[in-house]
């Protein structure tokens, strides 16, 4: 039977800057019973310096041929957030593999993988409130930018924009038959009420999706973001 890992938030830059490499830790061979490994967001920040050399480093332990890759919040840092087809590019030329808003296929399973941000929506705080909060509180919207229209700081706007053309794209593909389990990989997390964070900051972490996963039936659902 096909075998999946799902990585999340390896931040491999501040590994490296601390002198160490965390897939080394791992006994001689543990990757290799992996036909496919997903890295589901935050390999590095600064990902046009620091993206390549992290698959490099991946790819010592981890045949990057195997390896799909979609990014998450901290992929963007000095970065700007309408430039993936940059990020793309440094990962196919690396040779791996680019999954944002992409369905894979393992076997009979059926793997949709997006970033999908957070949708900003509580039963009682409006989203411009949460807005603010987050703008001032988040380093998402200090060091992630926007190259379209004037280079500018990203907004919670923004994000929350991504995020419903990412679950929209998610609702398109568990709308489509498929006769086998369909597995869900996000970077940002599908449920608030586990996210140990408080307050209006746990909206940059999560979206209550329960409705939309009671709705859509997925067979499972894996995510980062929150360490």
């Known amino acids: 039977m096909p075998r999946l890992l799902v990585l999340a938030d390896l931040h491999l830059d501040k590994w490296t800057a601390a002198r160490r490499i965390p897939l080394a830790l791992m006994p001689t061979g543990s990757f290799d019973q992996f036909d496919m490994v997903i890295l589901a967001g935050d390999v590095v920040d600064k990902p046009k310096v620091r993206l390549a050399p992290a698959l490099g480093q991946i790819g010592r332990y981890i045949p990057l041929d195997r390896v799909q890759v979609f990014p998450g919040n901290h992929c963007f840092y000095d970065h700007v957030l309408d430039g993936e087809d940059r990020l793309a590019q440094i990962v196919t030329t690396a040779g791996a593999h680019y999954a944002q808003c992409r369905s894979l296929t393992l ?33 998402d919207y200090r060091y992630i930018r926007i190259a379209g229209s004037g280079y500018r700081r990203a907004t919670p706007g923004r994000t929350r924009a991504i995020h419903q053309q990412h679950l929209a794209w998610l609702r398109g593909e568990l709308t489509r038959p498929h006769d086998g389990p369909t597995i869900v990989v996000t970077h940002h997390a599908p449920i608030l009420d586990q996210l140990g964070t408080t307050g209006t900051l746990r909206h940059a972490y999560g979206s209550d999706l329960t409705g939309f996963i009671s709705e859509m039936r997925p067979s499972c659902w894996l995510y980062g973001h929150t360490h």
């Not at 929506?121 to 703008?135: N, Y």
């Open 107 to 139: 076997g009979q399973a059926r793997i949709l993988c997006c970033t999908l941000w957070t949708d900003l929506i509580h039963p009682t705080i409006h989203p411009d409130i949460i807005a603010a909060d987050l703008e001032r509180g988040m380093n």
